[in-house]
């Protein structure tokens, strides 16, 4: 199984860019990276999904260097609505048993 | 409201119980998924279907949890003979296409095993 690391927690200033990292060193060739947001008594909410290098939807940016590693959600100009945990996914296609998430970032932005 | 629906909120039982919760997915999508999530952990993957065939289970899921999608819709996940290691929040979630593609998730289940 994938072993998926994150920061515990991160703090940022209303309209700052935050840029939360996940690990992932033994991501399998096929693994999907996805990321999730989830507020307190929610259930999680699909923010991003990639595979390698760089998507942008309306909301985030994700980067996945060439070694797919690691991976950078970005959110542009936080807001205090972005207050919540970030999860970081490793979702398999060789069986969806072995899917991970990892333990969440906890961001708190400041106004 | 057309997004998953999860009943009861909220459960409180006493150990040894058997409890069962429903999960109502988004109409058309034919995926649904069953996670447990404990206090500062993220989800932990349980089951999945694909309309009424349960086509994958965690290894870590014991004997002492079965679900079922009779109808390719609605889906419900049993526990029997509660143990205080149970008490977490059960989520569903239902996608349309591959299990790869965005999942929408219900509310949760809060489960109390005293």
């Known amino acids: 199984l994938a072993k998926i690391t994150q920061p515990i927690s991160m703090d940022s200033y209303e309209g700052q860019e935050v840029n939360i990292t996940c690990s992932h060193n033994n991501i399998a060739t096929n693994d999907y990276i996805t990321w999730y947001q989830q507020f307190p008594s929610q259930g999680p909410r699909f923010i991003i999904q990639g595979y390698k290098t760089k998507v942008t939807n309306e909301v985030a940016s994700l980067f996945i260097p060439a070694d797919r590693k690691s991976s950078t959600l970005s959110l542009p100009r936080v807001s205090l609505s972005d207050t919540a945990v970030y999860y970081c996914l490793v979702a398999p296609t060789g069986g969806y048993q072995k899917v991970t998430f990892g333990t969440g970032t906890k961001l708190q932005v400041i106004p | 409201d057309t997004g998953v629906s999860q009943d009861p909120r909220h459960k409180i039982t006493k150990r040894g119980q058997n409890v069962t919760f429903r999960c109502d997915p988004i109409s058309e999508h034919n995926r649904l998924y069953w996670y447990r999530q404990t206090l500062g952990q993220g989800p932990e993957f349980l089951t999945y279907?694909?309309?009424?065939?349960?086509?994958?289970k965690s290894r870590l899921l014991s004997d002492r949890f079965s679900a079922e999608r009779p109808k390719g819709s609605f889906s419900t996940l049993e526990i029997q003979r509660t143990e205080q290691g149970d008490s977490a929040m059960y989520l569903c979630?239902?996608?349309?296409?591959?299990?790869?593609?965005?999942?929408?998730f219900g509310p949760g289940t809060r489960l109390t095993v005293l």
């Open positions: 279907f694909q309309n009424e065939a349960q086509l994958e």
């Open positions: 979630a239902s996608s349309l296409g591959g299990p790869y593609n965005e999942q929408f």
